[in-house]
């Protein structure tokens, strides 16, 4: 069968190979994917980049992914035949005392298809079947290939809104790609006026997309000083880059008792006096991932509204999953999509 597969750490490593068909162990389900997308975490998977040069090889990549059910290990009803599922993402151990607190997206011991064993970059992957979510009536298995990442934007809003105590506002998204773009769509129906925050780079493609979306932008570093609409005096903000540059900017320009949440993963030190945000009581929040409840959220606006976030997506056949990889990597596009055995 035909696999994205990462055969060594080394740079340069990865690609399309054929490798021999999965067989479902007991409790495990094999499933013929549908439909992939490609995030930041692949990216570095596949680049060989920073910590996840330390990844097993070899190793197929991919964790966002929708497909069919085609065959049971033992243990398993023969009745999961047949289903559409998806894979929940952070397969936790439901043992420990973070999944005891209904933490599951922080438990120590999760593992993630396509980083700690073989993902659905492939035309068959097998799955825990406790870890797969079946696809809701109403919702194309393309959508549904969608939704982790929906779910991230959803997780990240909603540890936004938890600490909100000021009207809604003015609220700012830095780093316009999926998850940012996703999180400013959620906060647009919530009544704020959002603002979008990229690079020179994202001028072309995020943020056009993103203001083609009917969303404010601003574009910052291009060399002739800030342009498109103030971010000062925002309520809150979303910080999705990983840019230790962004949380400063966040930091200065939320307004007092405002609320910053960041959910980019970035490897930057921030070096910042943090006095003024004190003085103005600001709040500080993370996000990690997601969790049932934030996927049960995300299939929903998948089946009701898909086309909020289907406008951010591109398609790219299986055999084209590099370029889709170098397109993602540029920012020539916000969500690559690739299309493995299609809608089954």
């Not at 925002?234 to 990983?242: D, K």
Request: a negative charge.
């Amino acid at each position: 069968m035909r696999a994205l597969l990462r055969s060594d750490p080394e740079p340069g490593k990865c690609g399309l190979a054929d490798v021999p068909e999965p067989v479902p162990g007991p409790g495990e389900v094999l499933v013929r994917v549908a439909f992939a997308g490609i995030c930041g975490t692949d990216l570095h998977a596949y680049y060989s980049e920073g910590d996840y040069r330390g990844l097993p090889a070899p190793l197929v990549l991919g964790h966002e992914f929708s497909g069919v059910v085609v065959g049971v290990g033992a243990g398993v009803p023969a009745g999961r035949i047949g289903r559409r599922v998806l894979a929940r993402v952070i397969q936790n151990c439901d043992a420990c005392p973070s999944c005891a607190a209904g933490l599951a997206n922080l438990c120590p011991d999760r593992e993630v298809p396509g980083i700690s064993y073989d993902g659905g970059f492939a035309d068959l992957v097998v799955l825990p079947d406790r870890h797969t979510i079946p696809v809701p009536d109403g919702v194309g298995l393309e959508s549904a290939a969608l939704t982790e990442p929906v779910s991230v934007a959803v997780h990240a809003v909603e540890r936004a809104e938890s600490g909100r105590r000021l009207p809604r506002g003015r609220a700012v998204v830095t780093g316009p790609g999926a998850i940012g773009l996703f999180s400013a769509v959620l906060l647009r129906e919530r009544g704020y006026d959002v603002v979008v925050v990229g690079t020179a780079q994202d001028a072309a493609t995020r943020l056009a997309a993103a203001s083609a979306a009917g969303l404010a932008t601003r574009v910052v570093g291009g060399g002739d000083g800030d342009t498109g609409t103030p971010t000062s005096g925002a309520t809150l903000w979303i910080e999705a880059s990983g840019s230790a540059a962004a949380l400063a900017s966040a930091l200065d320009g939320l307004a007092p008792g405002g609320v910053l949440c960041s959910v980019g993963l970035g490897d930057q030190p921030l070096d910042r006096d943090l006095a003024s945000a004190t003085r103005r009581e600001l709040s500080l929040l993370f996000s990690m991932a997601s969790g049932p409840s934030d996927y049960a959220a995300a299939s929903e606006l998948l089946a009701d509204r898909p086309d909020d976030v289907r406008q951010f997506v591109r398609g790219y056949a299986f055999t084209g999953c590099e370029q889709a990889l170098a397109d993602a990597r540029s920012g020539r596009t916000v969500k690559p999509l690739l299309t493995i055995g299609g809608e089954q």
